[in-house]
C-alpha cells in the first residue's frame, strides 16, 4: 500500500510539472499577476546593468519618441515592468537606466569594499550626457532607489548582507568633513533634483518599498 501512494504522488508531482504547474486552476486575475511577475523578471535581467556602448533598454510603446527615463538601482530595475505596462497603454516611450546598489545622487558615492564606486559614477555620467543630448524629446525623469538604505546606512533586521555597511561618502574628498549618510544622502539627492530640474526637467521621485526584514 505504501508503495502504492509512492508511485501515484510520484505520478501526480510529473503531471504537475509536465502541465507547467496547472495554471488552469487559477483565475484570469490570478493568471494576470502571474504573467506580469514573468514579464518583471524578464525585463529587469535584459535592462539591469546594460553596458554604456548600448543603448538604454526601452519602456512603453516602442514606436513613441521617448519622453521620460526611469533612473535609479534594482529596485527603479523591478518598477520597470510596471512603468513599461503604464507607457504602453499610454503610448509614451521611455528609458530605463539601472544598476545594482547605484542610487542616483549626484556629487555622492557609495564606499564599499564589495562595490566599485567608479560603475556607479558612470551611470550618473551617462544618464547626465543622456538627458543633455536633447536627441529625444524627453520632458521627464522618474527617480526610484531603494532610499531607506542609503539615508540610513544600514540593512533591515535578518536581512543578508546585514553586516556589510552603507557609507556614503563625497566624490571630492576635499569637501568632506564629517557627515552621516542622512546628509549626504540629503544632499546628494537635492542637488540632482537641481541640476535635473535646472535642464528644463520634470522630476518624480518614486518613493521606497517597506523595509519589512526576513525572519
Known amino acids: 500500500l505504501a508503495a502504492a501512494g509512492t508511485v501515484g504522488l510520484g505520478a501526480l508531482g510529473m503531471a504537475v ?62 518598477f520597470s515592468s510596471a512603468l513599461d505596462y503604464v507607457a504602453a497603454a499610454s ?24 562595490y566599485d564606486w567608479r560603475a556607479c559614477q558612470a551611470v ?31 540593512r533591515t533586521p535578518g536581512e543578508g548582507g546585514g553586516r556589510v555597511p552603507v557609507v556614503l561618502r563625497r566624490l571630492d574628498p576635499l569637501l568632506d568633513p564629517p557627515a552621516d549618510d542622512e546628509d549626504l544622502f540629503r544632499e546628494g539627492l537635492e542637488s540632482l533634483v537641481v541640476r535635473l530640474r535646472a535642464m528644463g526637467l520634470r522630476v518624480i521621485l518614486i518613493g521606497g518599498v517597506p523595509e519589512i526584514g526576513w525572519d
Not at 503610448?91 to 564589495?114: D, F, I, K, M, Q
Open 91 to 114: 503610448r509614451r516611450g521611455g528609458y530605463v537606466l539601472a544598476a545594482p546598489t547605484c542610487a542616483p545622487l549626484l556629487n555622492v558615492r557609495r564606499e564599499s569594499s564589495r
Open 124 to 154: 550618473v555620467d551617462r544618464a547626465l550626457a543622456l538627458l543633455g543630448a536633447k536627441t529625444q524629446p524627453i520632458d521627464t525623469v522618474v527617480l526610484h532607489a531603494r532610499w531607506a538604505v542609503y539615508a540610513s546606512g544600514e
Open 17 to 78: 510539472r509536465v502541465g507547467d504547474g496547472l495554471p488552469e486552476r487559477f483565475d484570469d486575475r490570478a493568471l494576470a499577476i502571474l504573467a506580469g511577475a514573468k514579464a518583471e523578471h524578464a525585463i529587469r535581467h535584459a535592462c539591469m546593468d546594460r553596458t554604456l556602448g548600448e543603448e538604454p533598454c526601452r519602456l512603453g510603446d516602442s514606436e513613441a519618441p521617448v519622453t521620460f527615463v526611469l533612473w535609479g538601482d534594482s529596485h527603479a530595475s523591478a
